[in-house]
């Protein structure tokens, strides 16, 4: 079986994050996906006021519904940062007969080499990296060859249609860009405001 695993902060989930989930599950002949909010990101601060990890969580889950996929909470369970590296070895001891795929966006294929320990996440799985915009396409081959010579392991670059929206965004202006139901969860809880 394959499985796509999709982690982000989801701060909240958009349709951005939607249609980058159902692209990739299309191009890769996804058999299932997986959500995975994260905890504390080692690359990023929270925003003041921001969702807590509960909330988050819901929110992801209506995005799930969305896209028919599944969520694990297991980064919100780990104590610290969240580090791909765990997550990762986690779902590969858990799904030892399956083969493992890593959607991420541009900037995260761009930095990869720099993450923590990246050669024991592609030891486990595939990248599978989407383009935000056509132009970026050839960028990501080069990241794609660099990651490959250097590292090892298989990286995957989709072309996809892409939704240029960011969760910043949505936090700071009212939006149209998430489900009705995060929408609706994120006025009711006075989130983001």
Known sequence: MKIG????????PHMGHI?????AMQAANLDR????PSNIPPHKVLPENTANNEQRLLMTHMAAEEIGCEVSAIELMREGKSYTK??????????PDDSLYFIMGTDMLRTFENWYCPEEIL?????????????ERENMLVYKKNIEEHLGGNVIVVENEVLEVSSTDIRTHA?????????????KNGLYK
């Open 33 to 36: 996906l997986i959500l995975v």
């Open 86 to 95: 765990d997550t990762i070895a986690f779902l590969a001891h858990k799904y």
């Open 5 to 12: 695993i999709f982690g982000g902060t989801f701060n909240p």
């Open 19 to 23: 249609e980058a989930a159902k692209s």
């Open 123 to 135: 030891k486990h799985c595939t990248l599978l990296a989407l383009c935000r915009t056509a132009s």
């Open 175 to 187: 939006s149209s860009l998430v489900p009705k139901s995060i929408a609706d969860y994120i006025e």
